[in-house]
């Protein structure tokens, strides 16, 4: 089984304190990752660093074998531009998109209906849908998703739950922070930043 | 499948170029903030022709300079806060042509905007209507390199809450060198010289500035972004 991420040695130092130490783990295909922690534990630090968007105060090394799609605290929706231009001309460069799969994509989060609205004009949790709808145009393997669940309401979180079910199912890999349990019958491996990997 | 790096800068040029248009106050300020700045002058210095002409290359250049500086905060302020520059340092396209298309669509609604508006200040001043060929050029090239390091400080002080008094104590100096081959451009024509060698070293400029500038741009940015 080849891995999609391996994390050698990571540490982290913020502010005079030892967040974690020697953290080793490593993700393959078809694993669901939650991390735990307390807040200020680092849980976004650490998904930060597997991104490779921080190394400040941190030590040790992270292989990424695939690409990696990451969804962080802040939407990235421009609220001047309608969620269909805003997945159109997404600045992740990432994909380019058919007018049908972004639509689709958009429906598929609710937003049927929405496609033309200026972004400012939609609320917190419509916010967030739109960049969840990134999930369902995306072709990157590896999903790092910081608190994906925020701001969205019940069927949201059960429809998501499903997404990534599927994501892992297919050969794929998902690493997310969450302070709610995933209600999913599908095995769930929890890392602790303290201890690593639980099997 | 991800686009090609030039379809991926043509995306963010529209996707820029689209958001300045949806925001004509953004674009139309600096050239308001030009043309209050011009009519200060007369009022400061009197409204004797000669004496104005003579200033003028000089006055519409710093006043240029001035406005490209406001502008240059704004350029990744935005998409700094709302986490679009994260996505953008995590996507798989170069960051030195990415960050290019960015520069460019700010340009196109600041320094391009400028210069071609640039003879009806021109006129206000009284410069000599041989020289305004010649003011469009420079401040073309020029505002092109004044973009490009304003580019440079935009990147480093994005972390930051207020970020504008600091900015423009990084950059002012860089801009230095473009305000003295610009206007000494405008001035050579004025007085009846040839300008051709003061544009080729503000072209010069320009191309130093489009080899390198991208580069510290990119850099800064994930300093700013780790922050």
């Known amino acids: 089984m080849a891995s999609l991420l391996e994390a050698v040695d990571l540490g982290l130092v913020r502010g005079g304190r030892d967040l974690f130490q020697q953290l080793s783990f490593e993700v393959g295909p078809g694993q669901l990752v939650q991390i735990?922690?307390?807040?200020?534990?680092?849980?976004?630090?650490?998904?930060?660093?597997?991104?490779?968007l921080s190394r400040y105060g941190f030590s040790g090394r992270v292989i990424r074998h695939a690409p990696l799609m990451y969804l962080g605290h802040h939407s990235a929706v421009k609220g001047m531009l309608t969620?269909?231009?805003?997945?159109?001309?997404?600045?992740?460069?990432?994909?380019?998109?058919?007018p049908g799969e972004i639509d689709d994509a958009l429906a598929r989060v609710g937003l049927y209906g929405y496609e033309d609205v200026p972004s400012h004009a939609l609320s917190a949790g419509q916010h967030r849908r739109v960049n969840l709808a990134r999930l369902y145009l995306s072709r990157a393997?590896?999903?790092?998703?910081?608190?994906?669940?925020?701001?969205i309401d019940k069927g949201g979180v059960a429809e998501l739950e499903a997404l990534l079910v599927r994501h892992a199912t297919a050969g794929n890999a998902v690493i997310l922070t969450s302070h709610q349990s995933l209600s999913v019958s599908y095995p769930v491996a929890m890392l602790d930043l303290l201890t690593g990997l639980a099997a | 499948m991800a686009p090609g790096a030039l379809a991926f800068c043509s995306r963010i040029l529209r996707r820029q170029?689209?958001?300045?248009?949806?925001?004509p106050v953004d674009i139309g300020n600096p050239l308001l903030f030009f043309a209050m700045v011009v009519a200060l002058f007369p009022l400061g210095l009197g409204p004797a022709?000669?004496?104005l002409a003579g200033f003028a290359p000089g006055i519409l250049w710093i006043i240029a300079l001035l406005a490209n500086l406001l502008t240059a905060d704004n350029l990744f302020r935005g998409d700094f806060e709302d986490g679009s520059l994260e996505q953008l340092l995590l996507s798989p396209q170069p960051l030195y042509l990415s960050v290019l298309a960015y520069t460019l669509a700010q340009w196109l609604v600041t320094g391009l905007l400028l210069a071609l508006v640039s003879p009806l200040f021109a006129v206000m001043l009284g410069l000599s209507a041989s020289a305004i060929p010649v003011l469009m050029f420079s401040l073309l090239l020029g505002s092109a390199v004044l973009s490009l390091v304003g580019g440079i400080g935009a990147a480093l002080t994005v972390g930051l809450k207020r970020g504008g008094m600091l900015i423009a104590l990084l950059i002012l100096p860089f801009y230095m060198p473009v305000l003295i081959f610009g206007s000494a451009?405008?001035?050579?024509?004025?007085?009846?010289?040839?300008?051709?060698?003061?544009?080729?070293?503000?072209?010069a400029m320009l191309c130093f500035a489009i080899a390198l500038a991208p580069l510290?741009?990119?850099?800064?940015?994930?300093i700013s972004i780790d922050a």
Not at chain 1, 36 to 52: D, F
Not at chain 1, 83 to 98: F, V
Not at chain 1, 141 to 151: M, V
Request: zero cysteines; a neutral charge; hydrophobic letters at 50%.
């Open chain 2, 17 to 23: 170029l689209v958001l300045a248009l949806r925001r």
């Open chain 1, 141 to 151: 393997p590896l999903w790092l998703l910081d608190e994906p669940f925020t701001a």
């Open chain 2, 185 to 203: 451009a405008v001035q050579a024509v004025a007085g009846g010289m040839d300008a051709s060698a003061h544009l080729a070293i503000l072209g």
């Open chain 1, 83 to 98: 969620p269909r231009e805003n997945l159109a001309w997404h600045i992740s460069g990432e994909g380019s998109y058919s």
């Open chain 2, 216 to 222: 510290a741009i990119g850099a800064a940015l994930r």
């Open chain 2, 49 to 51: 022709p000669a004496a």
């Open chain 1, 36 to 52: 735990e922690g307390v807040n200020g534990a680092g849980k976004t630090s650490l998904l930060r660093i597997l991104a490779g």
